[in-house]
T-cell receptor
Framework: DAGVIQSPRHEVTEMGQEVTLRCKPI?????LFWYRQTMMRGLELLIY????????DSGMPEDRFSAKMPNASFSTLKIQPSEPRDSAVYFC??????????FGQGTRLTVV | ELKVEQNPLFLSMQEGKNYTIYCNYS?????LYWYRQDPGKSLESLFV?????AVKQEGRLMASLDTKARLSTLHITAAVHDLSATYFC??????????FGDGTTLTVKP
């Protein structure tokens, strides 16, 4: 398996634009997570899916953020409209509990 | 709410020395994970600890779990430069949903 695949790897966008981050989890994993990492706040869990169903979205910062998992092999995280404070590295991870989570390479988002 | 605390947050040590990183958590759990992150890279799994008294070793790193004390340790033996990275512990209280510590940034100097 190629691991968790995220795209794009880098994204630079202007404030106010819509941004969509994509994730393909490892086949057979039933849990998927979106994390955000910044120097100031560290690693934050944004949302957690189990069997394609959102279980906990309490970490989603505000209504500008939304996430979907239409099937077991694909998830998106959308920010609309984007703001400079959304600049961060966004990681997608998948797991088959109780095994560990496997992280994608991340998307470095810069909002100017 | 589960809290996971690591200490120290920053560690500078000389090659060849030993040291221990501590991970304390606030709620009963028997699932704890250690991850490593190199600068600008993603997180990779080091150890999975799933029971009280679990001990895992890989090279110069050894991790243990004491669920009664709610404590895990990551012991570094005879550090080498290649171990320089940030180390995270993560705890599950709901299957699959991990709460991460703030990370310990380790710098190994010659």
């Amino acid at each position: 398996d190629a691991g968790v695949i995220q795209s794009p790897r880098h994204e630079v966008t202007e404030m106010g634009q819509e941004v969509t981050l994509r994730c393909k989890p490892i086949s057979g994993h039933n849990s998927l997570f979106w994390y955000r990492q910044t120097m100031m706040r560290g690693l934050e869990l944004l949302i957690y899916f189990n069997n394609n169903v959102p279980i906990d979205d309490s970490g989603m910062p505000e209504d500008r953020f939304s996430a979907k998992m239409p099937n077991a092999s694909f998830s998106t995280l959308k920010i609309q409209p984007s703001e400079p404070r959304d600049s961060a590295v966004y990681f997608c991870a998948s797991s088959l509990p109780p095994s560990e989570a496997f992280f994608g390479q991340g998307t470095r988002l810069t909002v100017v | 709410e589960l809290k996971v605390e690591q200490n120290p947050l920053f560690l500078s040590m000389q090659e060849g020395k030993n040291y221990t990183i501590y991970c304390n958590y606030s709620t009963t759990s028997d699932r704890l994970y250690w991850y490593r992150q190199d600068p600008g890279k993603s997180l990779e799994s080091l150890f999975v600890l799933l029971s009280n008294g679990a001990v895992k070793q890989e090279g110069r790193l050894m991790a243990s779990l004491d669920t009664k004390a709610r404590l895990s340790t990551l012991h570094i033996t005879a550090a080498v430069h290649d171990l320089s990275a940030t180390y995270f512990c993560a705890v599950d209280i709901i299957a699959g949903k991990s709460t991460f510590g703030d990370g310990t940034t380790l710098t190994v100097k010659p």
